[in-house]
């Protein structure tokens, strides 16, 4: 899964950085690479969405093991939002843009600044992400906003804010409801690409308001998903699973920018490390 080469096949290739292990990377190859691994991930995610009475089992199921674990708040959470309308459509617009901008700014930050960093993070992210395919696949989840039409959990009414607040997208709309995998709730991607924003930025991150800023940016998507409606606290900790997998995972195979050069390997004319 790595796209770190060997500096003798590339050394004609532009906008490569060369790392300490004599690997070289290339923006461009990166961005046909995670592209291409979404768009197979969006694929494989849309085709795998089980039955409505499946994923409405398995919501009973996480409600039931909330329950014994005093973890079912999302309805109290959502509720005291609902009196807030700014913070509603503000919790919209991050749902439907931060996991994305900001996991995609941090692949770019890492590559620009830390490229010896770059690899491992990538294939954690990568892997996590397959990972969490195989969740959605066997256990399809009803999430809380699609439980407002079933009555068997009384007094379990949530409201879907996307469509019932002002927003420009919701899973409602047409497309959105054609391409989206109504029941791809566990595990939650938006909290694992957010947890492992915190993990791969932490060790680069020197004062405590810049920790800060990542601990809470982790905190302010598990509080968004939940007072969305979208997703039960426990898809946080299935997010969390899949990426601390990931990243064990990455840790097995990932070579590139971790194994440092013998100087008598080190390609001619070229620090390792640095901008090629």
Not at 97 to 119: E, H, K, Q, W
Not at 191 to 216: D, E, F, K, N, Q
Not at 226 to 242: Q, S, Y
Request: hydrophobic share 50%.
């Amino acid at each position: 899964m790595s796209s770190a080469v060997h500096p003798g096949f590339t050394a004609g290739w532009p906008g490569g950085r060369t790392l300490s292990s004599g690997h070289r990377i290339f923006w461009w190859v990166e961005v046909v690479l995670v592209v291409s691994i979404y768009v197979v991930y969006t694929l494989i995610r849309s085709v795998s969405a089980g039955s409505a009475a499946t994923a409405f089992a398995n919501a009973e199921r996480i409600i039931s093991v909330q329950d014994r674990l005093s973890l079912n708040h999302e309805l109290a959470w959502q509720q005291w939002a609902l009196d807030h309308h700014a913070l509603i459509v503000t919790s919209n617009y991050f749902y439907g843009s931060a996991y994305m901008l900001v996991t995609l700014g941090t692949l770019v930050y890492l590559f620009r600044r830390f490229p010896n960093s770059y690899p491992l993070w990538r294939n954690a992210l990568v892997v996590g992400t397959l990972l969490a395919l195989i969740g959605f696949a066997f256990f399809p989840l009803m999430p809380p906003r699609l439980l407002g039409t079933h009555d068997v959990l009384g007094g379990w009414t949530f409201v879907d804010t996307m469509a019932s607040y002002p927003t420009l997208w919701s899973f409602r709309s047409g497309a959105m409801n054609v391409i989206s995998n109504q029941f791809a709730a566990m595990p939650s991607l938006h909290c694992g690409w957010a947890m492992w924003v915190c993990a791969a930025l932490w060790p680069h991150l020197r004062t405590w308001w810049s920790r800060a800023i990542a601990v809470a940016y982790v905190v302010a998507t598990i509080s968004v998903v939940v007072i969305t409606g979208n997703h039960f606290f426990l898809d946080a900790v299935g997010g969390a699973v899949v990426m601390g997998a990931g990243f064990v995972v990455a840790l097995l195979f990932t070579r590139a920018g971790r194994t440092p050069v013998m100087a008598d390997d080190a390609p001619s004319g070229e620090i390792s490390g640095q901008p090629a």
